[in-house]
């Protein structure tokens, strides 16, 4: 049975990951017979939102890897623990967190660097030549990781497209029930809610990503 890591960063749209896309991951992951693990950095998320009026929360503290195991059920571990040689592909969701907390591209731009554990995690797989799979914001890691040519989508969004490009890497449109395989590097990438106005429509893309992924494991 395929093993496959997803790296969560916190919980909710906002200032974690994407609810809706994690679930839809783990679940596209179980519906194809591999199981996953999920993992989260175990630091200071960079702020707390409150997710019904979008603002700020001034003064509260979370920390990522608690708040992203209200999502795996509290089956989860240390984004440092995570070990390249126990899984066959990556995954990663999106939501700001992806921004925020596993790298600084919503503070930084093109000129943004991952956190140390996602750095030493993303590059394990790539080394490795083992498949990874990103969702939503979360390809803007990609030119850090993989270098200059690595091809990605994050949909049709012009200004974070232009980024990914300034930051070496080949960006390409996508809509949001499709995917797009970087052959020679085993990325997939799919849209999810950079475009997605539903559940169903997310899913469309986030299960072929997985299907993919998988594929590319043999």
Not at 56 to 64: I, T
């Amino acid at each position: 049975m395929k093993r496959i890591a997803v790296v969560l960063s916190g919980c909710g749209v906002f200032d974690g990951s994407e609810i809706h896309e994690s679930v839809l991951t783990m679940l596209a992951i179980e519906r194809n017979g591999a199981e996953y693990q999920c993992f989260a950095p175990d630091v200071e998320q960079l702020h707390v939102v409150n997710h019904l009026s979008g603002e700020v929360v001034e003064g509260e503290v979370r920390n990522c890897l608690v708040e992203a195991a209200r999502i795996a059920r509290g089956q989860i571990r240390p984004l440092s623990e995570l070990h390249v040689g126990e899984f066959d592909a990556l995954v990663v969701p999106g939501g700001f967190g992806a921004a925020k907390n596993l790298c600084d591209f919503a503070l930084a731009g093109t000129e943004c660097q991952l956190s140390e554990a996602m750095m030493v995690a993303a590059t394990g797989f790539a080394q490795a030549g083992k498949p990874a799979g990103y969702l939503c914001i979360s390809p803007v890691m990609l030119p850090r990781i993989y270098g200059d040519g690595v091809e990605g989508t994050i949909g049709t969004d012009h200004q974070t497209a232009a980024a990914f490009n300034a930051m070496g890497g080949q960006h390409h449109p996508c809509a949001v029930e499709a995917i797009h395989v970087d052959r020679r590097h085993k990325v997939v990438t799919t849209p999810a809610y950079m475009l997605a106005d539903s559940l169903s429509q997310a899913a469309e893309g986030i299960d072929a990503l997985v299907v993919k992924l998988l594929a590319l494991c043999e």
